[in-house]
């Protein structure tokens, strides 16, 4: 799997490396490369949310269906799947996202925890040089990032050895994103993980409020099923952060700055992507009803 992901972040790397040679700073190019990942993956952020508007509606369909169709699941499914070829729909719609998020995340967690490697393209035997060079242990979590933050100060000396390192910008606001916030000591390192847990909630609780706008928009009354499913979402809804929070003291601080755009990105687009696909439909609808004539 580390030589899938490695080959999915070799690119990555290079598109960090560009926009760090622009901006300067290594937490505005991660957050300049988050909002880029959710330029590009917009079409399907589109088709996503149609579908689970799309859903919405037809949950009560489904569950007539469902209820008629007890014990046979084969026809349960026809009838459904005919339901949404009916709406222009697909029950898979929604994963497409998701689906794609993950890989993203993990290149970027390569990029971020072994940027010799992905963000400077260096060789093994260059990496292993310059360890020594800087008597920095090869066998320990981070340790490119530790190296990358030496280079700095040693960068004149260490350009015997590869001509392709380059000093990094590693401050933001204060926060030196090339160590990892730990439990066992108090830093100002700290402020990520709790940002990372607000925005994480902060995230699940818009989506919830998009939800529920278009349930009161559409006039969709939330079923008993409905209401256990909801209240399960709001238990995720306080689990996820607390997930958020604790992996972002275990991983390098980068990568909180990636979640915590990523979180907030994702609400802005949230709010507008909701109520652009609901009056994109209204338009659709009303050109429809007049012959396609404006």
């Known amino acids: 799997m580390s030589a899938i992901f490695g080959i999915i972040a070799t690119p990555m790397g290079y598109v960090m490396e560009y926009i760090y040679q622009f901006l300067g700073n290594y937490g505005y190019s ?3 490369f988050a909002l880029l990942a959710k330029v590009l993956m917009l079409p399907l ?4 949310k149609r579908s689970m508007i799309v859903t919405q509606r037809l949950n009560p369909k489904l569950r007539e269906i469902q209820k008629k169709y007890a014990g046979d699941n084969e026809r349960y499914s026809r009838e459904m799947q005919r339901l949404y070829d009916d709406a222009g729909a697909s029950p898979m719609g929604g994963c497409g996202t998701s689906l794609l998020s993950l890989p993203i995340m993990l290149g970027l967690y390569y990029v971020v925890t072994m940027p010799l490697t992905y963000f400077m393209h260096l060789p093994a035997d260059e990496i292993t040089a310059l ?4 008597n920095v242990a090869t066998n320990k979590f981070g340790f490119q990032l530790t190296m990358a933050g030496l280079f700095g100060e040693n960068l004149e000396s260490l350009k015997a050895i590869s001509q392709n390192i380059f000093a990094v910008d590693f401050n933001f606001y204060g926060l030196n994103l090339a160590l990892t916030p730990s439990f066992k000591q108090l830093s100002v390192l700290w402020v990520l993980p709790v940002l990372s847990a607000a925005t994480s909630w ?3 609780h818009v989506m919830n ?13 939330p079923a008993a099923e ?4 909801q209240q399960m979402t709001k238990n995720m809804t306080l689990f ?4 958020s929070g604790y992996f972002a003291f275990v991983l390098p601080a980068a990568v909180s700055i990636y979640w915590i755009a990523n979180n907030l990105f994702s609400c802005v687009q949230e709010v507008i992507l909701t109520k652009y696909v609901l009056d994109k439909e209204k338009k659709e609808k009303e050109l429809y009803q007049t012959g396609g004539k404006k």
Do not use: R
């Open 30 to 32: 991660i957050m300049a």
């Open 45 to 48: 952020s589109i088709k996503q």
């Open 131 to 134: 360890a020594e060079a800087l």
């Open 202 to 204: 902060g995230y699940s």
């Open 209 to 221: 409020t998009m939800n529920t706008y278009v349930q009161k928009l559409e006039g969709i009354t």
């Open 226 to 229: 409905d209401e256990k499913a």
């Open 240 to 243: 996820m952060p607390l997930m």
